[in-house]
């Protein structure tokens, strides 16, 4: 079963931080906004608009992107 979106920002912000998933805190500061924009743009081929990169404050946000970036891939 594929990940959720919320799962997989989790993931990959626990990454960058060399955390656990639900160590992660709600907020995303820019340095891990950076990390995730790199990481979505080659997972998924295509580069973000800032408009998309500056309505992202939170994992929830994050979420919704890439909800969206999955269902353009559909």
């Known amino acids: 079963m594929a990940a959720t979106a919320r799962e997989e ?3 990959l ?6 955390r656990a998933p639900q160590e ?3 907020r995303v500061d820019s340095m891990e906004l950076a990390w995730l924009a790199h990481v ?3 997972r998924h081929g295509r580069p973000l608009d800032d408009d998309a ?3 992202i404050a939170t994992v929830a946000d ?3 992107l890439l909800e969206g970036l999955r269902a353009a891939e559909r």
């Open 24 to 26: 992660v805190p709600e």
């Open 62 to 64: 994050a979420a919704r």
């Open 40 to 42: 979505l743009e080659q």
């Open 53 to 55: 990169l500056s309505r």
């Open 13 to 18: 912000l626990a990454e960058f931080g060399g």
């Open 9 to 11: 920002v989790l993931a």
